[in-house]
């Protein structure tokens, strides 16, 4: 039996939450095309016959420009220290730049076997990935270079056997059925702050928050009670949510409302309200609430 720590780092945007829940097989962290959508550290459990992995999906590293982010920075040098195996992930492609640069530099103290992970591949030609993963090689003493693709699960059956091998001998971290660290509260909220990102587009540029006002278990009907805020900087964005004779905050609330149905496979009622909150970021009330920069284990 083999079990141990596999932190997914690198910069925001490659694909590390793609990759957790594809390696999970269930859809634990949330995923979006804009950076810096993952605020907290998250462990998702694979159970395997001969093992059990833990991963910890972390913030992207960047350079920290809030409280929030230096929170999200530190949480995510942190798991990076603690892990068996460290698996950087990068963008197949993008030409490797100054913040993988970072994020090796950071690794040089790390002592611990490094995975260089190449995803995307879907979008990268055959003959352009050799040439590539030579170029890696020469950059640091990776322990393995491994091409994946999250999106498509492509190589990823491969990645988790090399994972394995590298993981110390040992039984189980975590009880056999136990999935997810995220309290399903911050599911939930991550849920709909996911909807608000991919419904809003390019409009709401990363200036929200969702807040869990009250969670209600099923009752005896099997229907369960969300009552959440979003909550947006500026009076100027609230119509953004909101949308013409809320449509948008419709939309939102629907999408959101049926990933939570297949989540609990309950029945949902939820109920989303849009609230002006001038600077809840640099809030460490709400960065609590949110947990971002937390994570137990
Ligand atoms: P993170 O910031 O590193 O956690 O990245 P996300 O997992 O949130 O993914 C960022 C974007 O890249 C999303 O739009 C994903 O759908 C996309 N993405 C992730 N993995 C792949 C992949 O293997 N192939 C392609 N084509 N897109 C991917
Ligand atoms: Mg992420």
């Known amino acids: 039996m083999k079990s141990g720590f596999v932190a997914l780092g690198g910069r925001p945007n490659v694909g590390k939450s ?4 594809r390696l999970v097989g269930t859809k634990v962290a949330i995923v979006s095309d804009k950076p810096q959508t ?4 998250i462990i998702g459990v694979r159970n395997l016959p001969d093992g059990q992995v833990v991963y910890t999906d972390t913030p992207g590293i960047h350079r920290p420009m809030h409280r929030m982010n230096v929170r999200m920075v530190d949480a995510a040098v942190e798991s990076l220290r603690q892990a068996d195996v460290v698996a950087l992930v990068t963008d197949a492609t993008l030409r490797p730049g100054r913040g993988d640069r970072f994020v090796i530099d950071l690794l ?3 002592q611990r076997p490094v995975f260089l992970i190449l995803n995307k591949i879907d979008l990268v030609s055959k003959p352009r990935l050799l040439p590539l993963m030579e170029q890696c ?3 640091y003493a990776f322990a393995e270079i491994v091409p994946v693709s999250a999106l498509t699960g492509d190589n990823v059956d491969r990645l988790e056997r090399l994972l394995l091998d590298y993981l110390p001998e040992g039984p189980a971290l975590y009880p056999s059925d136990y999935l997810t660290d995220q309290p399903e509260r911050v599911l939930v909220a991550e849920i709909v702050r996911e ?7 390019g409009e709401l540029p990363y200036e929200s928050a969702v807040v869990i006002d009250r969670f209600e278990e099923p009752d005896e009907q099997g229907l369960m009670r969300i009552y959440a805020s979003i909550l947006v900087d500026r009076p100027s964005q609230k119509p953004i949510v909101v949308g013409r004779a809320g449509a948008m905050i419709k939309r939102i609330g629907t999408a959101a409302r049926l990933d939570l149905e297949a989540f609990f496979g309950a029945r949902v009622f939820l109920d989303l309200h849009v609230k002006v909150r001038e600077q809840w970021r640099e809030d460490d009330r709400v960065l609590d609430e949110m947990r971002v920069g937390r994570g137990e284990g």
């Open 18 to 21: 793609t990759l957790l829940n």
């Open 38 to 41: 993952t605020r907290t550290r």
């Open 108 to 110: 040089r103290d790390v």
């Open 195 to 201: 909807k608000v990102l991919t419904h809003t587009h």
């Open 137 to 139: 090689r020469t950059a």
